[in-house]
């Protein structure tokens, strides 16, 4: 059990570029969830999976980001026509039982210039 | 709305003495989880405590307790002992019931800092 993964760890791109992070949560968790974070601010939440399923979107997730899990495993976060205010921390966590605590990855700086 | 409130944004501790960093949420769900999440600099979260709702004693786990005050709608974190090593960020975090469909939310947080 290597615990959640998260990559690219940093990723820095230009305004209006497509950008794609992937998550693979702990093997035998079948909720996973994606949080963005900004300096100074608790985690916000962004979307949820069980299993292969989204099962509720934040509305802070905006035609622009999309997220996917095939085959309930790993999953990936794309955000097309990347702005400025994209620039946070993007946390992955995955859990095997809602009453129970997530596991976090470290998550990926982004940084729109 | 489902809500965590954390009023103290920094805090400080002289370094072996007892700190509570304090936590109010708003829910209408019946079931729901609290937890607490420390996050050093180093960006990862890690879990520290968790309260059930239907839980009728307060949780403990090692040096850190949960200070659950269900009609308050309160959940305080207790660190006995404080070590130089717990200046960090602290969240407070709920994860809503049924009808919030079992995500998290997190409060703003609050910023400890132990001296020596």
């Known amino acids: 059990d290597t615990g959640v993964s998260q990559n690219p760890r940093h990723k820095i791109t230009k305004r209006g570029q497509n950008v794609t992070f992937r998550c693979d949560p702990i093997?035998?968790?079948?909720?996973l969830y994606w949080y963005r974070q900004t300096l100074g601010q608790g985690p916000e939440f962004l979307t949820y999976?069980?299993?292969?399923?989204?099962?509720?979107k934040s509305r802070l997730l905006s035609d622009r980001f999309s997220a996917e899990r095939p085959k309930g495993s790993f999953s990936t976060l794309e955000i097309q026509r990347t702005e400025q205010g994209d620039s946070a921390m993007y946390l992955c966590?995955?859990?095997?039982?809602?009453?129970?605590?997530?596991?976090f990855g470290q998550g990926t700086r982004l940084t729109v210039v | 709305a489902q809500k965590i409130t954390q009023t103290q944004p920094g805090m400080f501790v002289q370094e072996k003495e007892a700190v509570t960093l304090d936590c109010t949420y708003d829910?209408?769900?019946?079931?729901?989880?609290l937890f607490w999440y420390k996050q050093p600099s180093s960006g990862e979260m890690i879990f520290l405590i968790y309260?059930?709702?239907?839980?009728?004693q307060n949780a403990t786990e090692g040096r850190y307790s949960l200070n659950f005050q269900k009609a308050r709608k309160s959940a305080n974190l207790v660190i006995s002992a404080s070590q130089l090593g717990d200046s960090a960020m602290y969240f407070c975090?709920?994860?809503?019931?049924?009808?919030?469909?079992?995500?998290?939310?997190f409060g703003a947080g609050t910023r400890l800092f132990v001296k020596a």
């Open positions: 966590a995955s859990s095997l039982d809602p009453d129970r605590r997530a596991f």
């Open positions: 093997s035998e968790h079948n909720r």
């Open positions: 999976f069980q299993n292969e399923a989204q099962l509720e």
């Open positions: 829910t209408s769900d019946q079931s729901y989880g």
């Open positions: 309260q059930g709702s239907y839980d009728e």
């Open positions: 975090a709920m994860r809503e019931g049924d009808t919030g469909g079992f995500k998290t939310i």
